[in-house]
């Protein structure tokens, strides 16, 4: 036994035993002695365990059991085949554990996770690798959840890692070690055994200057890793395209390679290097890259696409309707890389490498979500130019309602605010076929396709006709063809399509057609979306093909996957003057309807002669903007708040008047809307118009992205899964003076990057900030100096790194050296899968104790104490007078039986009753024999009554004095009470009596 807390036995135990004594003093007093002896005993234990509950008195259990987890290492530099030969050592060692042990187990890679609680019994049955990111190994992540399971287990507490030692976060793992040993558990380290290839190579590195001058020369240096020597081949790619190879015979260890380069474009350029070797067993670590940026001409990436007519058939290449901007910008210093729609940029690290973004004639379906979400990255964190043209398959025309690209513009497509547009009516031909319930995400395609519905019907205006149809095998009136005056009611109707049955198009397009015939609308058009075929015959189609050209309604399709029948959908769409899209992607049916409503309805086309009116701005560029010929054409956009509009199309607010230039700063980036073309469609006399070339060019020379402020050096690092931004101030430069540096960051795609990280001081003009970075591509950080929140942003500098894989694939050897610190810092031990698993749980065990707290036995004693205290004061058990007053009458002792007291009570009760009734009839007297006799008796009375009443004070009646006299029985016959029990007794004695002497 051990007291934690022995002071309070004296200074709160002893004190409350003394007042407990004193307070009960008056009802002690009347007690016998055994009983009085009895209370005071009871009632000092009780106080007794009160107050070793108070000093938290507890028990001492002595125990050598032992508890271990099991902590196995299951990322990709550990094989499979070693993966399970540490688990079967696993089992190995439980085989020896002794009675009490208890065993656990751990699975890790990037994160760990419990594969089996601390339990009596150790069996591995199934267990499962998800979850646990193979790609990297965090030593420290295995460490802290098996700590956590040991927490709670008595005995000797032990963690076994069995893991190759390769590790992510080195420093991580000895601060969770240190942390075990103070917690008492010991880590015992097991070195897994790697087999790594004769011939294996990787690369470890790729090394190029951040900048580099137009044409200078620099040196892109390879460092590789053999395990043997061996001739590899190593091949280099610089920005995308095949630039050189070259044989190298390599020696085991490291190897490095210098490759002489010169670059003569700006912009940054990515490089990568590629190495194969005869016998290399891992491939994912062959690969290498760096970025150099390149100072010199500015680099404009111009997305073009071509003229088409409404069934696909192109009118004028990309290279003719490009030319004319690509020459203008080419003649004032820009070096213009002109693509096509098929060739638009993949990612934030292709868009890195120019200053300016232009594209104009490029629907939004061309794009990809991640494609939209880089763009925007670029202008917001690298500080990018964006300028969007006007065309057919521009802006809300081309479907950019409501995406990445859309938010980066000054410009949205929601026109509903115009007073009078062309009146549309539409009717959606949607597939509810069991194949649409296929889910794409989170999403069915049926979801998704409602989602295009809705969108809709916030783009139409309240005039326009709104009807949905759901098919199968029939066709259903989701919602009737009706104005779009409330939104609530299309979302509401659409809710009620569920998927279900077979595919059938001729219903829904007959009832379409039959509802667009009875309407009265300027535009009609109808759109069906399907994932299947149809049953239908060719000439049935034709029918109905043949109706919509009667009544002037055209038809476009919509093909979801890859089990359409293409070639109907094709034919009914260009039999009936519409389109036919191909949704590959489920995700971008909400954007291809939204731009089929859009285009059908031609509603944000205006195709007139514009007469061009200056609103400010460009006034350095000398342009006499009196002089500008009219445009034929623009698209109909709404300037954003914030925007500053430089043009528009005249001072009314009419269904064809809108903003013709508008730009902004998006956040350290600069975007602009031309809502006009550049290729000659709509602005053929501005291409002969001397204002052309300047107002071209310094509206792409103010949308470049801003050279890096002089004085400051940025530098990128990658490693370990985290990324570390290092800036340094050169002499006599110092950080803006009282604004925040931050880095905006961009990323691969998954990566799950912050927006933006602060950098912290690290010295004299020199800042770092970290971040995650574990996933393989190319990250951007660019510097920028803030004030106050709201106030505008400058960018100071831009700094770029590839990671070509993850950290994980480079360890091809096990780092026994960290296991052992690991260990050493534990006091535990450094084994290896040679030495025998009975190592575990066989030795020596030192002798454990134990605490178990006893306070919530002691109480629940001191409230049995206290029950059995107050039975003793208030309980009244007359054992020995009851046998005596029993003595005294031979009738009760021969007819009970005192099997309890209880019936011991009751014949007490009855004895006292018989001896009241005897006392009564003895005062009394005997009773007159006969009735004259008692008349005589009364009479004499009567006459002697007058005398008798003058002598002598009234006496009571033998009757009356009965009950005093039974009382006075009954007090003689009861034994004495005491204390309580007495009091009561005399207040009843005393009840009686006063009721007598009212009676009298």
């Given at each position: 036994m051990e007291l934690r807390r022995p002071e309070l036995l004296l200074t709160a135990g002893l004190p409350l035993l003394l007042l407990s004594l004193w307070a009960a003093r008056g009802s002690l007093v009347a007690l016998g002695r055994r009983r009085l002896w009895g209370s005071v005993l009871l009632r000092a234990l009780c106080l007794l365990a009160i107050a070793l509950a108070l000093a938290d008195l507890q028990a001492v259990l002595p125990h050598d059991e032992r508890a271990v987890v099991f902590a196995v290492d299951a990322s990709d530099s550990v094989p499979p085949t070693a993966r399970e030969h540490l688990l079967r050592w696993t089992e190995r060692a439980w085989e020896t554990h002794r009675p009490g042990d208890h065993a656990g187990l751990v699975l890790f890679g990037g994160r760990a996770r419990a594969a089996r609680l601390l339990a009596p019994d150790y069996a591995l049955?199934?267990?499962?690798?998800?979850?646990?990111?193979?790609?990297?190994?965090?030593?420290?992540?295995?460490?802290?959840?098996?700590?956590?399971?040991?927490?709670?287990?008595?005995?000797?507490?032990?963690?076994?890692?069995?893991?190759?030692?390769n590790d992510d976060a080195p420093a991580d793992a000895l601060r969770e070690a240190a942390a075990l040993a103070t917690a008492g558990v010991r880590v015992t380290t097991v070195a897994a055994e790697l087999s790594p290839s004769p011939g294996e190579v990787l690369v470890r590195a790729v090394d190029a200057p951040p900048q580099a001058a137009v044409g200078e020369a620099f040196l892109l240096r390879v460092e590789l890793w053999a395990r043997g020597s061996g001739e590899a081949v190593v091949h280099v790619v610089r920005d995308g395209r095949y630039a050189e190879s070259l044989s190298a015979e390599l020696a085991p260890g490291v190897n490095v390679l210098t490759l002489p380069q010169r670059l003569e474009a700006a912009g940054t350029h990515a490089y990568q290097v590629r190495?194969?070797?005869?016998?290399?067993?891992?491939?994912?670590?062959?690969?290498?890259?760096?970025?150099?940026?390149?100072?010199?001409?500015?680099?404009?990436?111009?997305?073009?696409?071509?003229?088409?007519?409404?069934?696909?058939?192109?009118?004028?290449?990309?290279?003719?309707?490009?030319?004319?901007?690509?020459?203008v910008l080419g003649a004032a210093g820009f070096d213009v890389d002109l693509r096509g729609p098929d060739a638009l940029p993949l990612d934030a690290g292709e868009l890195a490498g120019y200053d300016v973004l232009v594209f104009g004639g490029v629907s939004a379906d061309r794009w990809s979500p991640s494609q939209m979400e880089a763009v925007r990255a670029y202008v917001f964190s690298q500080g990018g130019g964006l300028l969007a043209l006007g065309s057919e398959r521009s802006f809300g025309q081309g479907g950019y309602y409501r995406t990445p690209i859309e938010e980066a513009l000054p410009v949205h497509s929601d026109v509903r605010g115009k007073k009078v547009l062309p009146s549309l009516a539409l009717v959606l031909c949607i597939d509810r076929s069991g194949s649409m319930a296929a889910r794409t995400g989170v999403a069915t395609r049926l979801d998704l396709a409602k989602l295009?519905?809705?969108?809709?019907?916030?783009?139409?205006?309240?005039?326009?006709?709104?009807?949905?149809?759901?098919?199968?095998?029939?066709?259903?009136?989701?919602?009737?063809?009706?104005?779009?005056?409330?939104?609530?009611?299309?979302?509401?109707?659409?809710?009620?399509?569920?998927?279900?049955?077979?595919?059938?198009?001729a219903p829904a397009l007959a009832e379409a057609l039959k509802a667009l015939e009875a309407c009265e609308a300027r535009i009609k058009h109808a759109v069906l979306l399907t994932d299947g075929h149809s049953g239908e015959s060719p000439a049935r189609l034709a029918n109905l093909l043949a109706g919509f050209a009667r009544a002037e309604v055209s038809l476009s399709t919509v093909g979801v996957g890859s089990g359409v029948n293409q070639s109907v959908l094709r034919s009914l769409a260009s039999g009936a003057e519409g389109r036919y899209l191909q949704a590959d992607d489920a995700e971008s049916l909400p954007r291809l309807l939204t731009q089929e409503a859009v285009v059908a309805s031609r509603a944000l086309l205006v195709e007139r002669e514009v007469r061009v009116r200056h609103l400010g701005g460009l006034e350095d560029l000398g342009i006499d903007w009196k002089a500008a010929p009219?445009?034929?054409?623009?698209?109909?956009?709404?300037?954003?708040?914030?925007?500053?509009?430089?043009?528009?199309s005249g001072p009314g607010d009419g269904p064809e008047d809108g903003p013709l230039l508008v730009r902004w700063r998006y956040g350290l980036g600069k975007a602009a809307a031309f809502t006009s073309d550049a290729g000659g469609r709509w602005c053929a006399d501005w291409l002969r118009w001397p204002g052309y070339a300047p107002f071209v060019a310094g509206l792409v020379g103010w949308l470049a992205r801003d050279p890096d402020v002089r004085g400051v050096d940025a530098r990128l690092r990658?490693?370990?899964?985290?990324?570390?931004?290092?800036?340094?101030?050169?002499?006599?430069?110092?950080?803006?003076?009282?604004?925040?540096?931050?880095?905006?960051l961009t990323g691969p795609e998954g990566a799950g990057l912050p927006a933006s990280v602060s950098l912290l001081p690290r010295g004299p003009r020199r800042y770092e900030a970290r971040f995650p970075a574990r996933r393989p591509g190319a990250y951007y950080a660019t510097l920028e100096a803030s004030a106050a929140e709201g106030a505008a942003t400058e960018?100071?500098?831009?700094a770029g790194a590839v990671l070509s894989y993850p950290r994980e694939y480079r360890h091809v050897e096990q780092d026994a050296a960290h296991l052992e610190r690991i260990a050493e810092r534990t006091g535990g031990r450094a084994l290896s899968v040679d030495d025998p698993p009975e190592l575990v749980f066989s030795g020596p065990r030192a002798v454990q104790r134990s605490y178990r707290p006893l306070a919530p036995w002691l109480l629940v004693f001191a409230a049995l104490l206290l029950l059995g205290e107050v039975a003793v004061r208030r309980l009244f058990l007359p054992s020995l007078r009851l046998r005596r007053a029993r003595s005294h009458d031979p009738a009760a002792v021969a007819t009970s039986a005192p099997a309890s007291p209880v019936g011991a009570g009751v014949a007490l009760l009855r004895s006292r009753k018989a001896e009241r009734r005897a006392a009564a009839s003895a005062l009394r007297g005997p009773a007159p024999s006969s009735s004259s006799g008692s008349a005589r008796a009364g009479g004499g009375a009567e006459r002697r009554a007058p005398a008798a009443e003058q002598t002598a004070p009234a006496q009571p009646s033998a009757s009356a004095r009965a009950?005093?006299?039974?009382?006075?029985?009954?007090?003689?016959?009861?034994?004495?009470?005491?204390?309580?029990?007495?009091?009561?007794?005399?207040?009843?004695?005393?009840?009686?009596?006063?009721?007598?002497?009212?009676?009298?």
């Open positions: 049955r199934a267990v499962g690798f998800e979850d646990l990111e193979p790609e990297r190994s965090e030593l420290a992540a295995a460490l802290r959840l098996g700590g956590q399971l040991l927490l709670s287990a008595e005995g000797e507490r032990e963690l076994v890692l069995l893991s190759d030692g190495v194969e070797a005869p016998g290399d067993g891992e491939l994912k670590n062959n690969l290498g890259g760096a970025l150099v940026r390149v100072r010199g001409r500015r680099k404009v990436l111009y997305a073009c696409g071509p003229i088409v007519d409404r069934q696909g058939e192109v009118l004028r290449s990309f290279e003719v309707v490009g030319a004319p901007l690509r020459e295009g519905a809705e969108r809709i019907a916030e783009l139409l205006q309240p005039f326009d006709l709104l009807g949905v149809i759901g098919f199968d095998e029939d066709a259903e009136w989701a919602q009737p063809l009706a104005p779009v005056d409330d939104g609530e009611r299309t979302w509401d109707a659409l809710r009620g399509l569920e998927s279900g049955g077979g595919t059938a198009f009219p445009l034929q054409g623009f698209v109909l956009t709404v300037p954003k708040d914030g925007a500053e509009v430089l043009l528009d990658l490693d370990g899964g985290r990324g570390l931004l290092e800036v340094e101030f050169a002499e006599g430069s110092r950080p803006p003076s009282g604004r925040e540096l931050r880095a905006r960018a100071l500098a831009t009950p005093e006299a039974a009382e006075a029985v009954e007090e003689a016959s009861l034994p004495g009470p005491t204390g309580s029990m007495a009091k009561l007794l005399e207040a009843k004695r005393k009840a009686r009596r006063h009721g007598r002497d009212r009676s009298s």
